[in-house]
């Protein structure tokens, strides 16, 4: 039995037992890591000096698979090729068209009027998936997306998340500082490098200014790069990189200052997160909040959980329901159906490992 088959063992075992874990592959990494809790307690992060794998909501108390009540398991994986399909039923779009173009036609309204700059709205998709193995979705993850911060995380207290995403919020180590500013779409095109328009240069750049102002008060030194394109599945998104020098002391406020950033709520912050809570008329989750390393070997290391999908198990029900969560940056120039299709292409992503 090699590294991988006793690791993945373990964790389907732990599960069995209700027991938490996390399950994850680094960006560009060859080692897929795991820490199984030792009990079936809750545990929040209070301060941010604790030691762990962290999972934040969008909104709410984050919660913790802490070092110390936690076995540690690492093994080493090649490119695996899962291929295997899955039989899926969609749901009807129909009802769910209509909605969120009319909730991106009032965002639109409320940034025309002043309430705002930018609003980051979402929805979510249920579908029905027959013979559903997480350990395999999340191969396939690891598989298709070798950039991507790949992972599943589960408490019974919680319920299973998976994802792919590459949005660092926090990478802190040795009083060095990175995060980064992503913002626009594409569908990737044919051997096209893609032409960015006003509108999605407007919305990278609203979100590199924000994090670029906030950050002056915890940090020093900041630089930041120009804007490039980065490929995220088969869509393209603008990307900043941005570097700082911080003390550990301001970890905290850092990452209560960057989360949720522009890329996932919009700017100003209070403002688009009240119409976010007042109007997209359903609760996001863990959906758009962050996870990764706490203070683990003088390292954190936190990711945007964009790309993701919840986990509903039923015993009653032989098929497995699945829920997929997307969005997109509204601006004053954004048009409902474009927003409406941006979310129908960032949810193949996740589809593409189901």
Same mark, same amino acid.
């Given at each position: 039995?090699?590294?991988?088959?006793?690791?993945?063992?373990?964790?389907?075992?732990?599960?069995?037992?209700?027991?938490?874990?996390?399950?994850?592959?680094?960006?560009?990494?060859?080692?897929?890591?795991?820490?199984?809790?030792?009990?079936?307690?809750?545990?929040?992060?209070?301060?941010?000096?604790?030691?762990?794998?962290?999972?934040?909501?969008?909104?709410?108390?984050?919660?913790?698979?802490?070092?110390?009540?936690?076995?540690?398991?690492?093994?080493?994986?090649?490119v695996l090729n899962y291929s295997k399909t899955t039989e899926i039923d969609s749901f009807a779009h129909d009802?769910?068209?209509?909605?969120?173009?009319?909730?991106?036609?009032?965002? /639109?309204?409320?940034?025309?009027?002043?309430?705002?700059?930018?609003?980051?709205?979402?929805?979510?998709?249920?579908?029905?998936?027959?013979?559903?193995?997480?350990?395999?979705?999340?191969?396939?993850?690891?598989?298709?997306?070798?950039?991507?911060?790949?992972?599943?995380?589960?408490?019974?207290?919680?319920?299973?998340?998976?994802?792919?995403?590459?949005?660092?919020?926090?990478?802190?180590?040795?009083?060095?500082?990175?995060?980064?500013?992503?913002?626009?779409?594409?569908?990737?095109?044919?051997?096209?490098?893609? /032409?960015?328009?006003?509108?999605?240069?407007?919305?990278?750049?609203?979100?590199?200014?924000?994090?670029?102002?906030?950050?002056?008060?915890?940090?020093?030194? /900041?630089?930041?790069?120009?804007?490039?394109?980065?490929?995220?599945?088969?869509?393209?998104?603008?990307?900043?990189?941005?570097?700082?020098?911080?003390?550990?002391?301001?970890?905290?406020?850092?990452?209560?200052?960057?989360?949720?950033?522009?890329?996932?709520?919009?700017?100003?912050?209070?403002?688009?997160?009240?119409?976010?809570?007042?109007?997209?008329?359903?609760?996001?989750?863990?959906?758009?909040?962050?996870?990764?390393?706490?203070?683990?070997?003088?390292?954190?290391?936190?990711?945007?959980?964009?790309?993701?999908?919840?986990?509903?198990?039923?015993?009653?029900?032989?098929?497995?329901?699945?829920?997929?969560?997307?969005?997109?940056?509204?601006?004053r120039d954004s048009h409902p159906e474009q927003e409406w299709l941006e979310t129908v292409h960032k949810a193949?992503?996740?589809?593409?490992?189901?």
């Amino acid at each position: 039995m090699n590294q991988l088959t006793s690791l993945l063992d373990q964790l389907k075992k732990q599960q069995e037992q209700s027991l938490p874990f996390v399950v994850y592959r680094k960006p560009q990494s060859q080692k897929i890591q795991a820490f199984l809790q030792q009990d079936d307690v809750l545990y929040t992060v209070d301060d941010y000096s604790e030691s762990g794998f962290v999972l934040a909501p969008f909104s709410g108390i984050p919660v913790l698979i802490p070092a110390e009540r936690a076995t540690w398991v690492g093994a080493d994986y090649s490119v695996l090729n899962y291929s295997k399909t899955t039989e899926i039923d969609s749901f009807a779009h129909d009802k769910a068209q209509v909605f969120h173009e009319q909730l991106v036609q009032k965002g /639109i309204e409320a940034i025309r009027s002043g309430q705002f700059e930018k609003v980051v709205l979402s929805r979510s998709e249920s579908l029905e998936i027959k013979h559903f193995d997480w350990a395999e979705v999340f191969l396939r993850m690891v598989d298709l997306y070798p950039t991507a911060f790949a992972y599943c995380f589960y408490h019974p207290k919680v319920g299973m998340w998976l994802g792919a995403f590459a949005e660092q919020l926090v990478h802190f180590s040795d009083g060095q500082l990175t995060t980064m500013s992503v913002a626009g779409t594409q569908l990737m095109q044919a051997q096209q490098l893609p /032409i960015w328009g006003e509108k999605e240069k407007q919305e990278q750049q609203f979100v590199t200014d924000f994090i670029l102002d906030g950050l002056k008060k915890y940090t020093s030194e /900041i630089e930041n790069s120009a804007p490039y394109s980065i490929q995220a599945g088969k869509l393209w998104h603008l990307r900043s990189d941005i570097r700082a020098k911080t003390e550990q002391n301001q970890l905290k406020n850092i990452i209560a200052f960057l989360h949720p950033t522009p890329a996932v709520c919009g700017f100003p912050k209070a403002e688009a997160r009240s119409f976010i809570l007042q109007n997209e008329g359903y609760d996001r989750a863990y959906y758009s909040g962050f996870l990764g390393e706490l203070n683990l070997n003088q390292l954190t290391d936190l990711f945007v959980n964009l790309r993701c999908l919840q986990v509903v198990a039923s015993p009653l029900n032989p098929s497995t329901k699945i829920i997929l969560y997307v969005g997109g940056g509204i601006t004053r120039d954004s048009h409902p159906e474009q927003e409406w299709l941006e979310t129908v292409h960032k949810a193949q992503t996740m589809k593409m490992v189901l």
